[in-house]
Every structure is written in C-alpha cells, then in structure tokens.
C-alpha cells in the first residue's frame, strides 16, 4: 500500500473500552511501530458511539487536496534554495553537490523532481530533510512526498569515453572538411 503511493488516514477503533493507561501505552507503540507512515493522520474512534468518526472525513478530505495539489516550478525552487540556504548539501569528494530547480513531476503522490549535480551521491538523510520540509511548508498531509532527483550528463566524460573507432571518425571528418575547402 504504501509502495504505491496513495493517501492514507489511520483509525484505531474501540478506543473507548480501554482505560487511561492502556490508551497513553497504545498511542506511543502505533506511533512506534507506524513510523513509516507519520504523514498520515491518526484518528482513535469509536464506531459504537460515534466518536472522533466526524474528524475522519475532514482528514480524508486533506488527504486527497494535498495527493492532488499542485505547485508552481517558481514555488518548488525557491523552496529548494531556502532549504539548501539552512542546510547544505555534504561534500562528496572534495566537491558540493549542488542542488540547482525544483519542479513538480506529477500528482497523486505528488512528484517532485530536483535537478542539479551529482545528486546519486545525496545521502537518504538529506533526501528526508528535504522531504519534511518540503511537507512541511506545502502543508501536504496523508500522503506521501516522492523525491526524483536529476544530474546533467559531464560533456566531458564523453570525450574520454570516445572508442578509437569514434575518435578515428573524427578525424577523418576533419579531413574531408579540409579537403573540400582546399578544393574551391
């Protein structure tokens, strides 16, 4: 369920059976154990009696605004800037990586696609700061934030990586543009 990404809201039901203790006891050991899922809201009803059942359409309803909101690329980078302004990106080899536009790559999860370099080297724990903050200032809650991030291609790796047949090409296309201009 959560691979794929759709909104989620949590209720627990017969909340109104257990008594002080045993509710404070089950509270931390959900939130313990549904960490993974802490962009959800959490609702503790009572179906018998009707309680906290009211709260739950509100939750829904945030859910499916924020899997299906959208933002403009202006927003999303300047977002991103504010971010790496707070807290830079590490090193990686002497070199920063470097985050440079962000904008939305799709809805519901929303999709966020960041551009900049070296970016497969960004460690999982700054790809979960930007992605609190990121929930955090949009307001998105009940579902989840997917981060893509993109490097641009080194034109200059390309030039090394030239096979002899290539670079044998090269030249003789060089060749033939100089003969043909020594012709006229």
């Given at each position: 369920?959560?691979?794929?990404?759709?909104?989620?809201?949590?209720?627990?039901?017969?909340?109104?059976?257990?008594?002080?203790?045993?509710?404070?006891?089950?509270?931390?050991d959900?939130?313990?154990?549904?960490?993974?899922?802490?962009?959800?809201?959490?609702?503790?009803?009572?179906?018998l009696?009707?309680?906290?059942?009211?709260?739950?359409?509100?939750?829904?309803?945030?859910?499916?605004?924020?899997?299906?909101?959208?933002?403009?690329?202006?927003?999303?980078?300047?977002?991103?800037?504010?971010?790496?302004?707070?807290?830079?990106?590490?090193?990686?080899?002497?070199?920063?990586?470097?985050?440079?536009?962000?904008?939305?790559?799709?809805?519901?999860?929303?999709?966020?696609?960041?551009?900049?370099?070296?970016?497969s080297?960004?460690?999982?724990?700054?790809?979960?700061?930007?992605?609190?903050?990121?929930?955090?200032?949009?307001?998105?809650?009940?579902t989840?934030?997917?981060?893509?991030?993109?490097?641009?291609?080194?034109?200059?790796?390309?030039?090394?990586?030239?096979?002899?047949?290539?670079?044998?090409?090269?030249?003789?296309?060089?060749r033939?543009?100089?003969?043909?201009?020594?012709?006229?």
């Open positions: 369920m959560l691979s794929s990404g759709r909104a989620l809201v949590l209720a627990v039901n017969k909340w109104d059976g257990l008594e002080q203790e045993a509710r404070e006891k089950m509270r931390a959900i939130k313990r154990r549904l960490g993974f899922a802490d962009y959800a809201d959490l609702h503790f009803i009572s179906a009696h009707g309680t906290g059942v009211g709260d739950l359409y509100k939750s829904v309803d945030k859910a499916f605004a924020s899997a299906n909101s959208h933002w403009s690329t202006n927003r999303l980078t300047t977002l991103l800037q504010d971010a790496v302004s707070e807290h830079q990106p590490p090193l990686i080899n002497g070199r920063r990586i470097k985050l440079r536009m962000a904008h939305q790559g799709g809805s519901n999860p929303p999709i966020i696609v960041v551009h900049g370099n070296q970016t080297a960004l460690p999982e724990a700054y790809k979960r700061y930007l992605t609190n903050t990121f929930r955090k200032v949009l307001k998105v809650r009940g989840p934030i997917r981060f893509e991030f993109r490097s641009g291609d080194n034109p200059y790796d390309k030039q090394s990586d030239a096979s002899d047949r290539e670079k044998a090409r090269a030249r003789q296309l060089s033939t543009k100089e003969a043909r201009k020594n012709r006229r």
